[in-house]
């Protein structure tokens, strides 16, 4: 097994030391020992939003976000699409956020189940606890998106 060096490519600072066996398991074993268990990870996930949440990058369809970033309205396609009901526009949007995140989780379906179930339940997310297991999945999902931070890797080469 290979040592790499991993730093954000934020502050070019490094930020850990990860085992792997190639560059590509980097990502996930980084995700797995530094973030799913990061304060500010495990908050975003709780958050249960599509606002400032991990959950928010889910709230697409295949033209994108399906609020205006600028305003918070609706996409004026939506809007046509569904005659102006912003009902079904909204009911079209969370079925989509559903069918986003069951396409994250994949053959993990029970992780989907909770946290659609935590959402419906708009919880204070102080309230909410996930499986540890369900933390790593999302860290490995947002790492290999770069939806959480940008990571530069070095090997270490032994001399």
Not at 61 to 89: H, N, P, Q, S
């Amino acid at each position: 097994m290979k040592k790499y060096l991993v730093f954000t490519a934020e502050d070019l600072s490094a930020h850990g030391v990860v085992e792997a066996d190639n560059e590509n398991e980097v990502y996930d074993n980084y995700a797995e020992k530094y973030v799913a268990t990061d304060k500010l990870f495990r908050e975003s996930v709780n958050a249960l939003t599509v606002n400032m949440s991990f959950w928010e990058s889910f709230f697409k369809d295949e033209k994108g976000y399906m609020r205006e970033e600028a305003t918070g309205e609706w996409r004026t396609d939506l809007l046509k699409r569904f005659g102006g009901d912003e009902d079904k526009v909204s009911e079209y949007a969370i079925n989509k956020w559903h069918e986003n995140i069951r396409e994250m989780f994949g053959d993990n379906q029970a992780y989907a189940d909770m946290v659609i179930k935590e959402m419906e339940r708009f919880n204070d997310p102080k309230d909410v606890y996930f499986p540890p297991r369900l933390y790593s999945h999302c860290a490995k999902w947002a790492m290999r998106n770069n939806q959480w931070i940008e990571l530069i890797i070095e090997e270490i080469k032994p001399e």
